[in-house]
């Protein structure tokens, strides 16, 4: 499917049929299509091991991730399309609908960033994931109208490039002609081309689709002049995932220049490196390099190509392992940086950008389709627990930017209409999609990563999994089959390296029992309707911290971080929690008593004690009085601290 001219219009129909209805995102189950188009292009694709199961099939039950859900939700459906289609409208010449929100889709005090017209993309995958989850066809018609508006705007124009910069499409032109600009086009253009992507994948809209195809055949012919060192020297400013949408196009269509743009578009610079095991993140902006790599392991599995495999696997493992939290999250300021600097980052109140833990949680998600090793899955789980669920407001639904560790911190959330973020952007996905990740198969097992009140509809197999659960307050999970016939089926249970062992009974007796932390456990048989599974597992307080600095430490509970709850000290009853992002400093700048802690900090966690309520503790400060520490995820509204300078015990 040859792109054709500057508009990208196609001469030919390009919606082949490829299983979009069925499709999740990830796009995992469009890979057969892909095999199809790399069989006809001679190239060899890496099929997952592992599919996940489409989002209508989970179902969540009551909890926090539900009611986290239900909070987004309604959020999106308070916001009005036709005000963040506003810029949209006026660059193509049509008169604007509504008027435009504020903070970064308008104010001029964002205008370095210039990346108006990003919270539309996001708005778009938020709305499809919500309907995909949900059914609820008020997401469908939002996705729908929007991509009507959307090809309205192309119409108007001629051409496939839909925008809402200041200036039009001056600011991709200087880019594209290798001017040096204040902006990043290509990171706020990814986020269209991914909420097209989504509302082609996952709502069905035939109109998402036309608009994604014109869209990405502007970007092929605009692209086609450079050199590739121009490319690359463009590569140098943030351009999210614009590998990741490329392969996903060529997925969905089989177009070899999308194949190619996919390749041209992973900033080799960053990557090389990375294939030859050299970690050169030290102050790098952080959530502009992992979106790309993403995009590695999405190359990867279109191309073959071990290289991007090798980068992916290896930035993951040095973050995850090396560079990251015990939240999850990472970075001071949106910065990696040297970890034997730990100490002089760690209590900034701009640590874990929201973003990053974002999409940490994407790539750990297509490493473990591609190798179901139990590593990915203990880093999503804490990840999900610490960075996810705990950026949202739960009454407001309204999530953070950074989550950083200053004692005696407050979380900040974005205001409805006057903030929109990059964070508030992938906020809005967050909650719609806790389904995507707490099961997944292949031909003969069914995995149960997370321990979350849900079911699954294994439809091919017949048979229906129901997981009743009130982890993490419990460290056991129970599920039960409901079967049309007696299956024959592998279960697969996290045994999570946080668990000493890991201890599984079938209808009351003890089947298998696991010493092998970060592990599974599988029980294979033929499973009758009615069968039950009980997972026991062990949790117990400890203490993480980093080798550079090993006085500071975080408090764990199994894969919760428990967090000091130090009440409102210095705010008013009703101070506003609620803020711009130009409030963000006066609410962290008066010093805040936060008691201090005394003893040996490999020891500390020893002395934790049960409280009154599950998942609270309490411990002794250095003058004796208490300290109650509970769940991070649940701390809203108060100052807290997450990690403490253990000082040495007097003698």
Partial sequence: MPAT???????????????????????????????????????????????PFDLSDVTLEEGPFLHAQRLTEAYLLRLQPDRLLHNFRVNAGLAPRAAVYGGWESDEIWADINCHGHTLGHYLSACALAFRSTNDRRFKQRVDYIANELAACQKATGSGLVCAFPDGPALLTAHLRGDKITGVPWYTLHKVYAGLRDGALLADSTVSREVLIRLADWGVVATRPLTDGQFETMLATEHGGMNEVYADLYAMTGNEDYRELSQRFSHKAVMDPLVQGRDLLDGMHANTQVPKIVGFQRVYEITGDDRYAQAANFFFRTVAHTRSFATGGHGDNEHFFAMADFDRHVFS???????????????????????????YADYYERTLYNGILASQDPDSGMVTYFQGARPGYMKLYHTPEHSFWCCTGTGMENHVKYRDSIYFHDERSL????????????????????????????PTTGLQWKLRAPAKIALQLRHPRWSRTAVVRVNGQEVARSATAGSYVEVARTWKDGDRVELQLEMEPTVESAPAAPDIVAFTYGPIVLAGALGREGLAPDADIIVNERKIGEYNKSDVAVPTIAGDPRLVAQRLRPGAAPLEFAIAAEDGSPIRLIPYHRIAHERYATYWRVKPAEA
């Fill in 447 to 474: 995995y149960v990563n997370l321990f979350v009140p849900s079911s699954v509809a294994w439809k091919e197999k017949g048979a229906e999994l129901i997981q009743r659960t009130a982890f993490p307050e419990k």
């Fill in 5 to 51: 001219d500057f508009s990208g219009h196609s001469r030919r129909d390009l919606l082949v049929s490829t299983g979009l209805a069925g499709a999740t995102a990830g796009l995992a189950t469009i890979l057969p299509a892909t095999a199809l188009a790399a069989q006809k292009a001679g190239t060899q694709v890496k099929p997952a091991r592992l599919e």
């Fill in 349 to 375: 109140a701009k640590g874990s950008e929201t973003c990053c833990q974002h999409n940490m949680l994407k790539l750990a998600r297509l490493l473990f389709m591609q190798d179901p090793n139990a590593d």
